[in-house]
DNA sequence: GTGAAAGCGCTAACAT
DNA sequence: ATGTTAGCGCTTTCAC
């Protein structure tokens, strides 16, 4: 079933049918109720290979994440595909890894393939030293970054300001009398800068003193945490708090404690499902992508209908404080407090 | 950059370009040289919409699942994703939540957008009554189901044992002569039932008996599942050991126990990570989705391959019992123990 | 082994 | 408002 079947079945001509199915103004409402009828009797769908062909587009936006096995980057290419998806966009897939140069791989595809934009999801897209392989891109065609911040023209990042994050959860530690506060973290992406900096800046604030030992880059791994808090604490160095980057080091840290049965505040990062599951559940800080993934689909329209008057190039949301036992045993009940 | 400028370049016919594009045989060694290196010089790439016109496939595999954010449907989108591409083939994603109406809408547009083939992530795919909307979907196009059972002409099903894996698990509890042992679920997904078919069937092989009230059907959060085993607990319910559907559910049960001081044994299912985080940490079944999803890509590989005889309509792998400390706290080591 | 030419199903400029 | 027609860039017969 094409075009043409639906012409001759209705007598008019392909331009018309196509005009109805792009909604075009200039068909009278009598040959586009005909047409509809038509296109519905046979249940007829445009090929969509055809049409890109035309229009040089197949709506299919390229979304990129280093893992979508990880929690934080699997929910946010859940929030961003259910709302691509409610604009009629088509999602395509790319899992890259952590090695730059499969992440340029991946880049190239989608611009091979022609996608109209592509959504980078996290930090690890942000290369520490050169990003010359994204600007490239994005001369071709629109880039956004979910919680990553690049400066590039035709790059549009949305963000949480996930430094202020970790500094609001080092002040309220500070406010609770912790001054040696551990921070255990991962990588040095974006991401991990701003929390670094977040949690210099908190202790920095409230003048506590910061030693090099009470700040530990470890692998991203449950029994990396366990194991250096363990080893901090059998050392006999005094711990008053344990913060950390990602809530599975939290995770991590929170089993040592357990296991010598210490209670110490504990607050993670990104308010994932194992901030729930903990035991005792984890206090976090919650970056948004709730709000942040709608308000990329939101750009991301907007800059495919051409209106980039409209698309601001960087939208940086506040974080969230989410409270549970990890760091108020004695408070009777959660609650939520806006950084 | 197009087949016509390489083809000028090269002094050939475009289909002569085609040809070397496209692996043919007929091709003198020579001038598929040239083109080559035009090909190269010029980095051409040939359009993805004009050969999607021409072949009808632009090679793009569509991938359902009821939700990424699911750690288990997420794990088994990245292993997918993985294999896919290796193979030279792409991903587009949908994420259908589990309305009925929207699984066939979305089926309907992976369809319409003619992918070659779909690959459905878990159970819910497969409706307690009536499938015929997938049956019609794969009349048209080769399916693929991951973990779930559809007996359906050109559906091919890769999926673990669940039921052997529970019922294992239970032999397992009644070894160490645990008889009251609570079961928690929350779906009666094909998966659902196959575990509790697992439950019953370990339950009725070691002669325990099996109450209404250790079996429980609760909403699939951590907090419900804490509910269930705090008024069990209280009420006087004697339970010698907990198991579950989901390691969720394992979790809020063992969170239950932790905070009444009771130390049981308590299986989960998925051996996600957060049989990892949980304290102690839980024992749980895996279902293999490691080796599942590169058996799926392989069989669909097979069958886009036209190699119908060689891919095998089910493909069945046992589970894994992976021991934890909420099995056996006395012992000094974790072990795996094929079921 | 290579080339010419006819599609593939649609869009859009142009004509009426 | 509607029809005609020329692409879009590739694949694939069919000749040579």
């Known amino acids: 079933m094409t075009i043409y079947d639906i012409a001759k079945s ?33 249940n007829y769908k445009p090929n969509p290979f055809a049409r890109g062909l035309g229009l040089n587009s197949m709506k299919m936006i390229g979304i990129l994440c280093t893992d979508v096995s990880d929690a ?31 992440k340029k791989k991946y880049l190239q595809l989608f611009l091979d393939k022609h996608v109209d934009a592509i959504i980078l999801i996290g930090s690890p897209f942000r290369e520490e030293q050169d990003n010359s ?16 911040l690049l400066d ?5 990042c949305v963000l949480c300001d996930e430094k202020e994050g970790m500094q609001k959860a080092i002040e309220l530690l500070a406010k609770q009398h912790c001054d040696n506060i551990l921070y255990l973290y991962d990588s040095l992406s974006y991401s991990g800068q701003q929390k670094l900096a977040g949690y210099k800046a908190g202790m920095q604030e409230y003048n506590l003193k910061q030693v090099p030992h009470l700040i530990q880059r470890i692998p991203r791994t449950l029994e990396a945490a366990e194991a250096i808090t363990t080893k901090l604490l059998d050392s006999g ?23 010598r049965g210490i209670i110490l505040p504990v607050i993670g990062f990104n308010n994932s499902i194992l901030a729930e599951c903990s035991t005792p559940s984890l206090t976090s800080i919650d970056n ?30 506040p974080s969230l404080l989410v409270e549970r036992e990890s760091f108020s045993h004695n408070k009777p009940n959660k609650k939520e407090a806006a950084l």
Chains 1, 2 share one sequence.
């Open 72 to 102: 934080f980057f699997a929910k946010a290419v859940s929030l961003v595909e259910h709302d691509l998806r409610k604009r009629g966009l088509d999602v395509i897939l790319g899992c890259t890894g952590n090695e730059l140069s499969d």
């Open 152 to 156: 590039v023209p035709n790059i549009y």
């Open 288 to 317: 948004r992508l709730d709000v942040l993934c709608p308000a990329a689909v939101t750009i991301l329209a907007q800059i495919l209908n051409g209106d980039f008057a409209a698309a601001p190039s960087k939208t940086i949301f």
């Open 133 to 148: 392989h994204i600007e490239k891109i994005a001369k071709q065609i629109p880039i956004i970054t979910i919680n990553s």
């Open 10 to 42: 209705c007598a008019v001509s392909i331009a018309t049918v196509s005009r109805v199915l792009n909604g075009s103004p200039k068909v009278s409402p009598k040959t586009r109720e005909k047409v509809l009828a038509a296109m519905n009797e046979h």
């Open 237 to 259: 160095v005094e711990l008053s708090a344990i913060t950390a980057s990602e809530d599975l080091l939290a995770v991590g840290a929170q089993k040592a404690l357990s296991a």
